[in-house]
């Protein structure tokens, strides 16, 4: 894909075992795939927007949608990231990068999933190594927050890996019950004291950097 009226899809941003990349639509449909068979026990539910709560078909379509809807939506001042995760070439998740305000607040949001198969396997610390790396280093964020069910110990244990700390905790009504999501917060500081576990390569960023609403770095 030609990526010079929306440079996005020229970004990468690589660790040793990872590739995060905006999807083309065979990825996108790759991707889709990968949600339609499953990305959790249908008994829990780990995401405060129960959106897996729908038949297989209707899970990859709404992917679909949702990462199309992030680019025909993105404004500087409110945007959405939606990366494919691949690993050895196929696509194995989503890690999305979410922003309101970045140039004012200079604060961002993560979330991701992985596909069923491809968890257990230390790609959700990776993953989100290297969407922190994109943010504080490429974009020069001051903060990235974060949440998790209280009783979802892998992704909380994510959190902790890369440097998060808890920032409170909040109240949600999911599939019609009361559940309480841990806010998490990692700072620039503590990002740099954990940065050097996971190294991360960005490409193709300075093209975008006006779509992000964010200042070049400091030489």
């Not at 440097?163 to 740099?192: C, F, I, K, M, N």
């Amino acid at each position: 894909m030609d990526p010079h009226f929306w440079p996005l899809y020229g970004l990468r941003v690589r660790t040793p075992r990872l590739e995060l990349r905006l999807p083309d639509l065979p990825r996108l449909d790759e991707l889709a795939a990968v949600a339609a068979e499953g990305v959790h026990d249908p008994a829990e539910m780990p995401f405060s927007v129960p959106w897996t709560d729908v038949t297989p078909e209707e899970r990859g379509r709404g992917t679909f949608q949702h990462v199309l809807r992030t680019v025909a939506e993105w404004r500087p001042e409110d945007w959405t990231l939606s990366l494919a995760v691949l690993h050895e070439g196929a696509v194995i998740g989503r890690q999305d990068l979410t922003a309101r305000e970045f140039a004012v607040t200079g604060e961002a949001q993560t979330g991701s999933w992985l596909g069923l198969a491809h968890q257990g396997r230390g790609f959700g610390t990776e993953m989100r190594a290297a969407v922190a790396h994109l943010a504080f280093e490429g974009l020069g964020a001051h903060g990235l927050t974060s949440g998790a069910m209280v009783e979802n110990g892998r992704s909380l244990a994510v959190s902790r890996r890369l440097g998060y700390r808890p920032d409170g905790l909040e109240t949600v009504a999911v599939r019609g019950t009361a559940r309480t999501v841990q806010r998490l917060r990692l700072d620039r500081a503590a990002w740099a004291e954990h940065r050097a576990a996971i190294p991360v390569e960005v490409s193709g960023l300075e093209p975008c950097r006006t779509l992000f609403g964010a200042p070049r770095p400091a030489p």
